[in-house]
């Protein structure tokens, strides 16, 4: 089963709300990803786990705060986002961690987020 | 830098004939290469991928690409295309030895394939 989890699937909010989304995964697998997407555009890079630490933040502005609370989750908070924030939020895991040769990244279904 | 082209935004095809999304890489040392599909509203779809070994890779729905170290390249193909492969294709590269797992993304390749 190659199945990653994401809720809700649509989230409106307005720039002074604090929300969070959700990722989760049973496939024992030790990297976790969020990736923002914009229509028909590829999906940017915004966080890594690796065995449940931050390996990596893409520069991203501090209104997203990821946190991973065990190796099967992965949240992301949400606070004071900006209209052009509105993106298609996906979550990744892969097995072995990020550097593991077995590195494929399997997708959650995402959430379409909207900011008013 | 690593980076990925895919040099057609949109590619139509009739039902039943053979299709071809196009890729290329960039990459320092040897390439783990992938393809994803996305459907509208959807996450991405892992179809198939690369690492070691046949140059002929095949993946789900039909699907297989072709590796070619010399001209850089990773076509996805399909012998006999359907209308419900109309979708977004993403094209993506990870080096082996890439701290974090990062996947370079093409631009996508939006698939078109008419009745």
């Known amino acids: 089963d190659t199945e990653v989890t994401q809720t809700p699937k649509h989230l409106v909010m307005g720039m002074t709300n604090k929300k969070s989304l959700k990722c989760e995964q049973h496939m024992g697998h030790r990297a976790m990803y969020w990736y923002k997407q914009k229509a028909k555009k590829p999906p940017e890079l915004m966080f890594v786990y690796s065995y449940e630490k931050l390996s990596i933040n893409e520069s991203v502005p501090s209104r997203f705060s990821p946190e991973c609370p065990n190796s099967s989750l992965l949240n992301l908070h949400l606070h004071a986002l900006q209209p052009e924030d509105s993106a298609l939020y996906l979550c990744?895991?892969?097995?072995?961690?990020?550097?593991?040769?077995?590195?494929?990244?399997?997708f959650g279904p995402g959430t379409r987020l909207t900011v008013l | 830098a690593q980076s990925v082209a895919q040099p057609e935004d949109q590619v139509n095809v009739a039902e039943g004939n053979p299709l071809t999304v196009k890729c290329t890489y960039s990459v320092s040392g040897n390439p783990y290469l992938f393809w994803y599909v996305q459907y509208p509203n959807r996450g991405l779809q892992f179809l198939l991928k690369y690492i070691t070994g046949d140059n002929l890779v095949k993946g789900s729905y039909g699907f297989e690409a072709e590796f070619n170290k010399s001209q850089t390249s990773f076509h996805l193909k399909k012998p006999s295309a359907l209308v419900s492969d109309s979708a977004l294709y993403f094209c993506?590269?990870?080096?082996?030895?890439?701290?974090?797992?990062?996947?370079?993304f093409g631009q996508g390749t939006e698939l078109s394939v008419k009745p």
């Open positions: 993506a590269v990870r080096a082996i030895y890439n701290q974090g797992g990062k996947l370079i």
């Open positions: 990744a895991s892969s097995p072995g961690g990020p550097t593991s040769g077995r590195g494929t990244q399997y």
